[in-house]
C-alpha cells in the first residue's frame, strides 16, 4: 500500500537493550484476496484452528449511505481454499432494516445484536441473530426485549457484553428520556444459549439524560458493572461505577477533587473485581497547556471499595513527554497472570472531515501513539514503567495496520508491530524509492525491569516493492502458546496467514 502521502509508522521502541535474542518464526501467507470482493471488504479473523479460519465481514448491500448491512462469514485452510460460507441480513421489521448494534465474540458462536425503533408499532426491538461455528449455520432472528416508545428520536438504548468466560451475555436497557425524572435502566442475562437468567429494574441516582457516556461489563459471577461519566464537559467530571447483583444495586463515586478519570477497564483477579486505567488532575488546562494530559494511573478496588494507589508517572517517563503527560491516552489492553496486572495504554485521536462533493460521507485522520506500558500488582505496587516511542497518522482504513498486539510468554510480555526494514537496518534510503514501503513484523519483548528488546523477522512480508500488503497487528488471534492466526492490510488486497513462533 502507498502511505508516502502520510506519515510512516515509526515504531521504534528505541533499544533500550541489546541482548541477542533467538527467538524465530515462521510465517504461512496466504494468496491475496482482492479486498473489493463480497466477503473481504471488512474481515474480521474468528475462531482459528491451526488447520483453518474463519472471518467475517460486515458489508453494504448498496452504494448508498444507508444501504442495508448484509454479513458474509467463511471458513478458509491456510492455503485460502474456501471450505465453508454462508450471508445473511440483518432482521427487517415494516421494511425497516435492523441498525448494527455489535458483534460479540462467544464460544464457538457469534452474536450479531440490532435494533428496529418504530413509531407505527411503538416498539424499540432488540434482536439476536447467532452463528455457530460447528455446524456453520446462522439461526433465526430473536426477539430479546422489547422497549415501548412514543417517537423514534426518543426510543431509549441498548448495550451488550459478554462475560471472559463466554458464559454469560448482559444486556442493558436504558428507557426512554423523562424530563426532570430519574434515569431507568433494566439488566437482562443469559446463558451462552440466549436462555433468560435474570431480569431486573432499576431507578437510579441520576438525571435521565437523552444521551449517556458509560461502558458496560458482566463478570464470570455475572456481576454487572456499569462505568458511569457525567459532567463530562464541567470542570470537575464525575466517574461512578453501578454495581449490580441480583436485584442488588450499589454505586460508588470513583472519582474525586484532582483525580479525574480518563479511560479505564473494568477486570477481575483472584476473584476481585477491579477498575483500572489513566487519569488526570485538571480537565480544564490553559491553552498554553496544549489540552488535558494524563497524569497518573490508578487501581480501584470495586469489590471492597477504595482505592488501591493512584501512582503519578516516574521521572523518566516524565521526561520522554516533556514533564507534562499524555495526551488522548486510552486504554490499548489489560492483561493479568496471577497478581500481576499489564496496563496497556496507547495516545489515540481521531479527527472527521465531510468528503468534498459528498453526502454523509467522511474522511477520517488517526494521529496514534506514543504508548505505555504498567506492570503493578492488585496491592498496587510498581515492576515497572515502560515507554513505548512511536508517533504515526492514518488515513481511513489504512488505521488497521497501526498499534501492536500485546500477549504473555513465558511470563514476559510481548508486542507484535512492523517496522520499516530500512530503519531496522539503520539504511539511509532515498526519498520516493519503493524499496522504503518494505516492512518487517516486529517482535518486542520487555522483560521484568521493564527493558526492551526488539526481534525484528526479515521473512515476514507479505507483499514486495510493487504490491504492498502490511502486517495488521490488532487482527491477530493466537491458536495456542506458539501459534497466532494473522492477517495483512492493503489498498488493493488482503492476506490471510499463520505466525508460528519457535
Not at 448494527?100 to 425503533?117: H, Q, T, W
Not at 456499569?226 to 459532567?231: A, C, L, M, S, Y
Not at 518494505?438 to 519483548?445: D, I, M
Request: overall charge neutral; aromatic content about 12%; charged content about 25%.
Amino acid at each position: 500500500m502507498n502511505k508516502t502521502k502520510f506519515n510512516t509508522l515509526t515504531l521504534l521502541f528505541i533499544l533500550l537493550s541489546t541482548t541477542v535474542f533467538s527467538q524465530t518464526a515462521k510465517f504461512t501467507w496466504t494468496d491475496w484476496a482482492k479486498n473489493g470482493h463480497n466477503g473481504y471488504q471488512n474481515p474480521n479473523i474468528i475462531f482459528p484452528t491451526t488447520e483453518d479460519f474463519t472471518i467475517y465481514s460486515i458489508e453494504k448491500s448498496g452504494s448508498h449511505v444507508y444501504a442495508p448491512k448484509l454479513i458474509y462469514i467463511t471458513k478458509h485452510d491456510y492455503n485460502r481454499q474456501v471450505l465453508k460460507d454462508v450471508n445473511f441480513k440483518l432482521p427487517q421489521r415494516q421494511r425497516m432494516d435492523a441498525t448494527l448494534i455489535d458483534v460479540i465474540e462467544g464460544d464457538n458462536k457469534l452474536y450479531f445484536f440490532s435494533n428496529i425503533a418504530l413509531k407505527k408499532d411503538g416498539k424499540n426491538v432488540l434482536y439476536v441473530q447467532v452463528f455457530d461455528n460447528d455446524s456453520f449455520t446462522i439461526s433465526e432472528e430473536k426477539e430479546l426485549f422489547t422497549l415501548p416508545i412514543d417517537k423514534v428520536n426518543n426510543s431509549g438504548f441498548f448495550n451488550v457484553e459478554i462475560s471472559p468466560d463466554k458464559n454469560t451475555l448482559a444486556v442493558l436497557v436504558n428507557n426512554v428520556f423523562e424530563k426532570k425524572q430519574n434515569e431507568k435502566i433494566t439488566t437482562v442475562l443469559f446463558d451462552k444459549d440466549l436462555n433468560e437468567i435474570a431480569n431486573s429494574n432499576f431507578t437510579l441516582n441520576f438525571d435521565s439524560e437523552r444521551a449517556y457516556k458509560e461502558q458496560l461489563y458482566i463478570t464470570n459471577d455475572k456481576t454487572v458493572h456499569i462505568v458511569k461519566h457525567t459532567d463530562i464537559f464541567k470542570k470537575e467530571p464525575k466517574t461512578a461505577v453501578i454495581t449490580i447483583t441480583e436485584t442488588d444495586i450499589n454505586t460508588q463515586q470513583v472519582s474525586a477533587p484532582e483525580f479525574y478519570i480518563s479511560d479505564s477497564k473494568v477486570i477481575t483477579v483472584a476473584n476481585t473485581n477491579y477498575l483500572i486505567g489513566f487519569a488526570t488532575d485538571n480537565v480544564k488546562p490553559g491553552i498554553s497547556v496544549g489540552g488535558k494530559k494524563d497524569k497518573s494511573y490508578f487501581l480501584y478496588d470495586l469489590t471492597n471499595g477504595n482505592l488501591v494507589s493512584n501512582q503519578g508517572w516516574s521521572d523518566t517517563i516524565l521526561k520522554k513527554v516533556l514533564g507534562k503527560g499524555f495526551l488522548d491516552l486510552t486504554v490499548q489492553n489489560v492483561l493479568t497472570q496471577d497478581n500481576n496486572i499489564y496496563l496497556i495504554g496507547e495516545c489515540f485521536k481521531s479527527e472527521s472531515a465531510l468528503k468534498e462533493g459528498a453526502s454523509f460521507e467522511y474522511d477520517y485522520t488517526h494521529n496514534i501513539g506514543p504508548g505505555i506500558v504498567v506492570k503493578l500488582d492488585t496491592a498496587g505496587q510498581v515492576m515497572y514503567e515502560s515507554y513505548l516511542k512511536y508517533s504515526d497518522t492514518y488515513k481511513n482504513e489504512a488505521k488497521r495496520i497501526a498499534s501492536f498486539y500485546p500477549f504473555l510468554n513465558n511470563g514476559k510480555l510481548n508486542l507484535l508491530t512492523t517496522e520499516k526494514e530500512y530503519v531496522l537496518k539503520e539504511k539511509k534510503i532515498v526519498l520516493g524509492s519503493r524499496k522504503i514501503e518494505a516492512r518487517a513484523v516486529v517482535l518486542n519483548t520487555i522483560d521484568d525491569a521493564g527493558e526492551q528488546t526488539i526481534v525484528p523477522f526479515w521473512d515476514s512480508k507479505v507483499g514486495g516493492e510493487d504490491l504492498i500488503i502490511d502486517f495488521a497487528s490488532t487482527f491477530t488471534k493466537q491458536i495456542d502458546t506458539t501459534n497466532f492466526a494473522i492477517y495483512g492490510y492493503g489498498n488493493l488486497y488482503h492476506a490471510f496467514g499463520k505466525m508460528t513462533l519457535n
